[in-house]
């Protein structure tokens, strides 16, 4: 049985530290899926198409890493393709709180999926993709913050 980790998220846009995180977990699982969710509480800013493209092409050097979309819950997809354990990055403490309630429902709903945190690289504390999506909505430079084979 494969080491399979799902990387959940909206990825809207894909950040550094979101590749950061995924190319640190390789490593540690034999398959990281990044997994594009469908959030009814969010209004998307970019199209699901650009970041299914976006991260095809930041992590086409990997074979270990596969890209695809969602809907519903994340235990649910994990269950579905045997996926054990679900990968999360952690900038602060508020989003070890955050995560940390998510992983333990995500337990009670399944209790052979994991949550497995890996802290983000210090240069990618600040970053996030809603900071990214303001700067870009006002004008801003954005480049700097995404991943080198992504342009918009």
């Not at 994990?78 to 995500?106: P, V």
């Not at 690289?121 to 801003?140: F, N």
Request: glycine share 8%; charged share 25%; net charge negative.
């Amino acid at each position: 049985m494969q080491n399979i980790a799902v990387f959940p998220g909206s990825f809207d846009p894909v950040t550094r530290g979101h590749e950061s995180v995924v190319r640190r977990a390789l490593p540690l699982f034999d398959k990281v899926i990044v997994a594009i969710g469908e959030n009814s509480g969010k209004q998307d800013y970019f199209p699901v198409e650009r970041r299914l493209e976006w991260l095809t092409q930041t992590f086409s050097d990997e074979p270990k890493v596969e890209i695809r979309t969602y809907s519903g819950l994340t235990v649910g997809l994990c269950k579905e393709i045997g996926a054990r354990y679900i990968l999360r990055g952690l900038r602060t403490s508020a989003d070890f709180e955050f995560e940390r309630g998510i992983g333990q429902m995500n337990r009670d709903l399944e209790p052979t999926v994991e949550t497995v945190f890996l802290l983000c690289d210090p240069e990618y504390t600040a970053l996030s993709s809603s900071i990214v999506r303001e700067i870009h909505r006002h004008g801003g430079e954005i480049r700097s913050f995404l991943p080198e084979k992504v342009i918009i």
